[in-house]
């Protein structure tokens, strides 16, 4: 009924359309089990389950709070209604410190208890992560 | 006081120029003179040297620290190095913007005296859509961020710049990526040009072609500072985070590789004029939203230097306006010529060169999701969400092996009709590599499979084009540098992450660390004073797996202006392996936090990038496409 070469060409746009739909699908499903979603430490306290999946905590670190020895640092970020310990081990950023903003990355043990993967690091002093802004409630 | 003046009034005259050539050029085109008007000429020149007038009275002001200047107030400092006043100028947003006109008009103005064989009306067209471009970013200076605002009463100090762009890499970091970044929108006006004189042919790919090697160049180098310098300078101990701010430099380099392939045939074969046009006005296009990401303060990183909503909608705006003339002029004025395209075969140059460029949109769609997708949702659902490396890894690695093959046979390709010759030699080479990588991948990973086909892909294309550079008569040598060092790049890069080991431990001094017959030792710290900060110089002692000792002295500085403090890693590094050490304090001086790497074949990753800017820059002088 066609010719070879609008065949051809149909069989083309095929493969295209294919392709496309396979790639749009890879990707929203990778994005799906990739995805980091940030919580604060009243977000936490609310959870009626416990998400076994890696999340990131952002708050104030608590003054007096930062304990460190050989293999760990502890330390408790607050947002000023509800608080989580964090026990960590990894490298810290230059900017940690106590009564400055933190986002740390990793798991729950319980509601009170994280163990972080990951603490991440800030470029300047007056800066502030806009989710840290928004879990403090302040601006 | 003065320089403040002289900069800005020659803004102010830079705008009205434009407004000028725009008119005079309009003029210029309904005349019937074969050449191009000698004023457009003189007046685009006059341009370029009022806007590098207010540069240079910028870096006066800089130097001078005339704190009247409220950008110099805000980041500079009468005690930083002289270096850092200088680099301070563009280190800003106020002063990158400056540059980023700059580059505009130098690039219209080169444009100008290097296309004088075009023709005329392609290349007034070339300067108006270019002026549209200046004119935005005149008023876009002008209107939101002015560098040169006063402040009075004068203050006696400035704030400082930011200690941790006070770094060589850094200093020359945005100049050169700048003119890859904004080199591009004199791929995007000539395109637009082309396009509306039906001028989209051989003649117009060959042109071009040179102006998309100029910015790839310079993107390639520019990017690759930028990663040189996170790797020492931040202390993760990584080139590569797939930070978004990263990813938007990526994005256009992406696309601008895909160009400079597709060009080569609509320069050979004056097939697929639409695709390129469309490749162009992307190019641009990401380079535009990369600026409104960055700068509207949406993406938080190192480059946003202020949040201010006014900037962010201006070029929102801007770029909006850029997008909707570019398409309708495409759609407009766009004529598909349909002369050559029927005789397209599968086993050809110009399929794997399709092949190439697909690849490079799926890249492209994978890095544009998962920069734009986190920012989508908090708009729509206020959730936030970060997406981090396993994504991008998870979907870019293994579609490397495909893209490597392609490669590795891509170039042994004729045109129009081809066959794969030397069968056999091919098949000798891919055996070769296979059998390679499984003798040195075997003991590494518990992936095998996986990471034996990855490698071995990546030693094909690495065999082909070595091969091609040293046995066979080089028939397209800057095309196999660059995909050599392209092959160099990935099997070191692949070759760095499977190998790379990580200690971290808090440690106090006078301790020592040990692990698998490794041994950290922490001597002792100094204590330097310098002009704009302090230092604590540590000195460490390790031994690896073999006895041998190494000293390494991180530093952790704490500057003064602003009050900041930051790690300065110490690299030891040889051909075969860097040895990475970084320290921070974590609280009062007992405890010190330490991460030591090492990391192999760290040097190879910039020696193949380099050499793929190379191979770039040797297609540039080559004086005669050989057949």
Redo the contacts between chains.
């Keep these: 009924m066609y010719g070879k070469?609008v065949k051809l060409r149909f069989v083309f746009l095929g493969l295209i359309l294919a392709?496309v739909i396979l790639?749009v699908f890879?990707?929203l499903q990778?994005?799906k089990?990739?995805?980091?979603?940030?919580q604060s430490p009243s977000e936490i306290k609310s959870l009626i389950e416990l998400d076994k999946k890696k999340i990131?905590v952002g708050g104030m670190v608590k003054e007096q709070s930062?304990f460190?020895?050989?293999?760990?640092?502890n330390f408790i970020i607050t947002d000023f209604k509800n608080e989580v310990n964090v026990i960590y081990?990894?490298?810290?950023?230059?900017?940690?410190?106590?009564g400055k903003g933190v986002v740390a990355e990793g798991f729950l043990k319980d509601k009170n208890y994280f163990l972080a993967t990951k603490i991440l690091?800030k470029?300047?002093?007056n800066?502030m992560?806009?989710?840290v802004k928004?879990a403090i409630g302040g601006n | 006081m003065l320089a403040n003046q002289i900069g800005y009034y020659s803004l102010i005259l830079g705008l009205l120029l434009s407004v000028l050539l725009c008119g005079v050029s309009i003029k210029d085109l309904n005349s019937s003179n074969k050449q191009i008007n000698q004023n457009v000429l003189s007046l685009s020149f006059l341009q370029l040297v009022f806007v590098i007038v207010s540069f240079l009275s910028l870096i006066l002001s800089f130097i001078n620290s005339d704190f009247s200047n409220e950008t110099v107030f805000n980041n500079s400092h009468t005690t930083k190095p002289l270096f850092y006043k200088i680099s301070g100028t563009w280190g800003n947003h106020e002063g990158s913007l400056l540059l980023w006109l700059l580059v505009l008009t130098l690039f219209i103005f080169l444009f100008l005296i290097k296309s004088r064989e075009q023709p005329k009306k392609y290349r007034i067209l070339t300067l108006l859509f270019q002026q549209i471009i200046i004119i935005g970013f005149f008023l876009f200076v002008l209107m939101t961020s002015n560098p040169f605002n006063y402040l009075f009463p004068i203050p006696t100090e400035g704030l400082g710049l930011?200690p941790?762009l006070q770094d060589p890499a850094l200093a020359i970091h945005p100049p050169i990526l700048y003119l890859g970044y904004v080199g591009t929108s004199i791929i995007f006006s000539s395109s637009l040009a082309a396009v509306t004189q039906n001028y989209v042919s051989k003649k117009w790919g060959k042109h071009i072609k040179k102006w998309v090697l100029v910015s790839w160049i310079f993107l390639t180098i520019g990017i690759m500072l930028g990663s040189i310098w996170a790797y020492y300078e931040?202390?993760?101990g990584g080139f590569w985070f797939w930070d978004p701010v990263e990813n938007v430099s990526l994005m256009p380099w992406l696309i601008l590789t895909a160009l400079l392939h597709c060009i080569i045939v609509l320069e050979r074969r004056a097939a697929l004029t639409s695709w390129v046009v469309i490749l162009s006005i992307t190019t641009f296009t990401l380079s535009m939203c990369g600026t409104f990401l960055v700068r509207s303060g949406i993406l938080?990183?190192?480059h946003t230097f202020a949040n201010d909503p006014a900037r962010g909608i201006f070029i929102l705006i801007f770029l909006f306006i850029l997008i909707v003339l570019s398409l309708g002029i495409f759609f407009l004025f766009h004529k598909e010529s349909n002369k050559n395209s029927?005789n397209f075969l599968w086993l050809s140059r110009e399929t794997s060169i399709l092949i190439n460029n697909?690849f490079m949109m799926?890249f492209l769609?994978?890095v544009l999701?998962?920069t734009v997708?986190?920012i989508f949702l908090d708009v729509i659902s206020s959730?936030?969400?970060?997406?981090?490396p396993?994504?991008y890894h998870?979907?870019i690695v293994p579609f490397l092996i495909p893209f490597l093959f392609f490669m590795s046979l891509g170039p042994r390709l004729k045109w129009i009709k081809s066959k794969i010759e030397n069968k056999n030699s091919l098949i000798i080479t891919f055996i070769i590599s296979i059998m390679l990588t499984f003798f040195i991948v075997q003991n590494l990973t518990n992936d095998l499979l996986f990471y034996t086909i990855l490698v071995s892909s990546a030693f094909f294309l690495f065999f082909t084009t070595l091969k091609e550079l040293f046995i066979k008569k080089i028939n397209n040598i800057s095309q196999t540098v660059a995909h050599f060092g392209f092959s160099l790049l990935i099997l070191s890069i692949l070759f760095n992450s499977i190998l790379s080991s990580e200690i971290?431990?808090?440690?106090?001094i006078g301790?020592k660390y040990t692990y698998n017959k490794s041994e950290i030792f922490f001597k002792n710290i100094k204590e330097r004073k310098e002009s704009n900060f302090n230092s604590i110089i540590a000195y460490f002692e390790i031994k690896d797996e073999n006895g041998k000792t190494v000293e390494l002295k991180p530093e952790?500085r704490i500057y003064n202006q602003?009050?900041?403090?930051?790690?300065e890693a110490d690299i030891k590094t040889t051909l075969l392996e860097d040895k990475f050490l970084?320290m921070?304090?974590?609280?009062g001086k007992?405890?010190f936090?330490i991460?030591y790497q090492v990391k192999p074949f760290m040097i190879w990753i910039w020696i193949s990038v380099l050499l793929l800017s190379l191979g770039g820059l040797m297609s540039l002088f080559k004086k005669k496409y050989e057949k």
């Design positions: 070469k392709s790639i890879l990707i990778s994005l089990e990739n995805v980091v979603y940030f990131r930062v460190i020895n050989s293999n760990e640092v081990s990894g490298a810290v950023p230059n900017l940690f410190a106590e690091a470029h300047d002093e800066y992560p806009p989710e928004e | 930011n941790i931040l202390g993760w938080n990183s190192v029927s697909w799926y769609s994978v999701i998962g997708y986190p959730e936030k969400i970060s997406v981090g396993p994504f998870k979907l971290i431990t808090n440690i106090k301790e952790i602003p009050v900041i403090i930051t790690s970084v921070n304090l974590v609280k007992e405890y936090n991460r």
